[in-house]
């Protein structure tokens, strides 16, 4: 087996490889055996190792891109609105582990059968079809986390994620926004948009790191907050 390095403690449960000669990210699989999407699995006694495409995974490309933390720890509760068919909620679930839980959550019926699949296999994905934007469904459904992750491509994905995060996130918790330049505003530059995005953020919130992801995902960005305690 290649050689992997764990990335450290603000990256828990990832670790780095080599393809060749580029450096290749792998989450520790949760659950031995069970690829989600056709990606490479490393075994190693007893634990496997899954890798974890850049391209595909816009949490895995900040890390490729140099980002401080992303915020998630394991044993963490997640509330991860716009799952999709689960790619990057499946590494999420790696790095969280047994005690940790995710609340897989995509308004899609057509994604939600591939979420469905996947979470499956992982007692620890609670896949849930409903609309971001409808906290009071939510709040029903989900509890209180410790990390809320946001891929949902909207326009108005800025409200809504802080709108989530003033109701779900805890104290001290973190939070990641990926935003899509082209879904707020196609006549607007990528990197106007995001010091517009980061003013809005930082209006409400810390914002701890942010990074542009190309070459990875052309136009996207991700941002990572974290809230303070509430007085
Ligand atoms: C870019 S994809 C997410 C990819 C996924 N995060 C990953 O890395 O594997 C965006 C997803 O957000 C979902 N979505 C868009 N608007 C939403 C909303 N308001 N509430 C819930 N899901 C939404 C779409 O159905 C789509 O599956």
């Known amino acids: 087996m290649p050689q992997l390095s764990p990335l450290g403690q603000k990256f828990p449960n990832i670790f780095l490889g080599r393809k060749g000669n580029r450096k290749a990210l792998y989450t520790k699989s949760l659950v031995p055996g069970e690829p989600v999407y056709g990606e490479e699995l490393l075994r190693d006694g007893k634990s496997e190792y899954r890798s974890w495409d850049p391209s595909r995974s816009k949490l895995a490309a900040a890390i490729m891109k140099g980002i401080s933390q992303i915020g998630v720890r394991e044993g963490d509760y997640v509330l991860y609105l716009g799952a999709a068919s689960g790619t990057t909620v499946s590494h999420v679930a790696d790095i969280v582990g047994k005690r940790g839980l995710v609340f897989a959550v995509d308004m899609a019926y057509r994604t939600m059968r591939d979420l469905l699949f996947m979470a499956e296999k992982r007692p620890t994905v609670v896949p849930i079809l409903c609309d971001a934007n409808d906290t009071k469904e939510l709040a029903r459904r989900v509890c209180l986390a410790d990390f809320v992750y946001m891929d949902v491509a909207q326009k108005d994905q800025v409200r809504i994620f802080l709108k989530n995060c003033d109701l779900f996130l805890k104290d001290e918790g973190f939070a990641v926004l990926c935003v899509k330049a082209r879904s707020i505003d196609v006549t607007k530059k990528p990197k106007q948009l995001y010091r517009t995005v ?34």
């Open 198 to 231: 980061l003013k809005e953020l930082e209006q409400r919130i810390t914002v701890v790191d942010h990074r542009e992801l190309d070459p990875f995902e052309k136009d996207h960005a991700l941002f990572v907050v974290k809230r303070s305690a509430r007085r």
